[in-house]
């Protein structure tokens, strides 16, 4: 099925989180739990994911399966994606992850944070060039602290996970 909307995926993923005492047809659960595999596989989920992530109406369960699929696709497609669509998402989660008033212990803060270092394995330096001010600036000037602990958060999992990636090539070691 190549028919994702977002009201579909949202429908998909309201079934699958109906509470079990609702007695709800497991055919319905099953159908639904299928579309949602789907669309994390498609060609338009990683951007029909990042409008659900970002916009403020969606609830955190419907945002936390979004990031989910962006989170999921992205060591597959990112490369793949057109310049201009992943510099659009990338921003998009980057003001999501700035603005966002979640703990940094929250599961949709350290999926957005996962996803945040996923991109930047992939993109810093050549192609993600302002990544620089983040890690080099003084974050003590930050006044919200819930920010600057995102910050904190996202720096210290960029740097723990450069060793492990097989993205991060000898001549990109060398920048770092």
Same mark, same amino acid.
């Given at each position: 099925?190549?028919? %994702?909307?977002?009201?579909? @995926? /949202?429908?998909?993923? *309201?079934?699958?989180? +109906?509470?079990?005492?609702?007695?709800?047809?497991?055919?319905?659960?099953?159908?639904?739990?299928?579309?949602?595999?789907?669309?994390?596989?498609?060609?338009?989920?990683? %951007?029909?994911?990042?409008? @659900? /992530?970002?916009?403020? *109406?969606?609830?955190? +369960?419907?945002?936390?399966?979004?990031?989910?699929?962006?989170?999921?696709?992205?060591?597959?497609?990112?490369?793949?994606?057109?310049?201009?669509?992943?510099?659009?998402?990338?921003?998009?989660?980057?003001?999501?992850?700035?603005?966002?008033?979640?703990?940094?212990?929250?599961?949709?803060?350290?999926?957005?944070?996962?996803?945040?270092?996923?991109?930047?394995?992939?993109?810093?330096?050549?192609?993600?060039?302002?990544?620089?001010?983040?890690?080099?600036?003084?974050?003590?000037?930050?006044?919200?602290?819930?920010?600057?602990?995102?910050?904190?958060?996202?720096?210290?999992?960029?740097?723990?996970?450069?060793?492990?990636?097989?993205?991060?090539?000898?001549?990109?070691?060398?920048?770092?």
């Amino acid at each position: 099925m190549d028919d %994702f909307t977002i009201d579909t @995926i /949202l429908n998909a993923i *309201n079934i699958v989180n +109906t509470p079990a005492n609702q007695n709800q047809d497991q055919s319905l659960i099953q159908n639904a739990l299928s579309y949602l595999e789907q669309w994390t596989y498609s060609e338009n989920g990683i %951007f029909l994911a990042t409008q @659900i /992530l970002v916009d403020p *109406n969606f609830s955190p +369960t419907h945002k936390f399966y979004a990031a989910t699929l962006i989170k999921t696709q992205i060591p597959s497609i990112w490369g793949k994606i057109p310049k201009e669509a992943r510099v659009s998402i990338r921003n998009q989660v980057f003001d999501f992850f700035k603005y966002v008033a979640l703990d940094e212990n929250h599961p949709l803060f350290n999926m957005i944070v996962d996803i945040l270092v996923n991109i930047a394995l992939f993109e810093f330096p050549d192609e993600w060039p302002d990544l620089n001010l983040i890690f080099f600036s003084n974050l003590s000037n930050i006044d919200n602290e819930l920010e600057r602990a995102h910050y904190f958060s996202f720096i210290g999992q960029f740097i723990s996970s450069i060793d492990m990636s097989k993205l991060i090539t000898p001549k990109r070691i060398q920048f770092l």
